[in-house]
């Protein structure tokens, strides 16, 4: 669940992970309108962990707890476009 603090600290989430999202289609990464419907829908924060949420539209892999990472959204983007292209 994305907990704010700040009204203003949820739009800039927001704000950020749009940014991302477009860098990505910029940059090829991200292509059919089904992938990027699904990464704007779904906002990375509500997969991690309270403080590391401000670095949700970081383009690395961030920690989640146990040794356990969440993947770079670059690389769900390339691995979701290869499945979205397979399945046609």
């Known amino acids: ?29 991200l292509r059919s309108s089904k ?3 699904a990464m704007r829908a779904v906002p990375r924060a509500k997969f991690l962990p309270e403080n ?5 539209a970081t383009d690395t892999p961030l920690p989640i707890g146990f040794g356990q990472t969440v993947s770079a959204p670059h690389s769900l983007s390339l691995k ?9």
């Not at 603090?5 to 940059?27: A, G, P, Q």
């Not at 590391?52 to 949700?56: D, L, T, V």
């Not at 979701?80 to 046609?88: D, K, V």
């Open 1 to 29: 669940m994305l907990v704010c603090t700040l009204l203003n600290r949820c739009l800039s989430l927001d704000k950020d992970w749009e940014k991302l999202i477009d860098n990505l289609i910029k940059e090829g990464i």
């Open 52 to 56: 590391m949420q401000s670095y949700s």
């Open 80 to 88: 979701a476009e290869l499945g979205e292209t397979w399945l046609r």
């Open 35 to 37: 992938v990027i419907k």
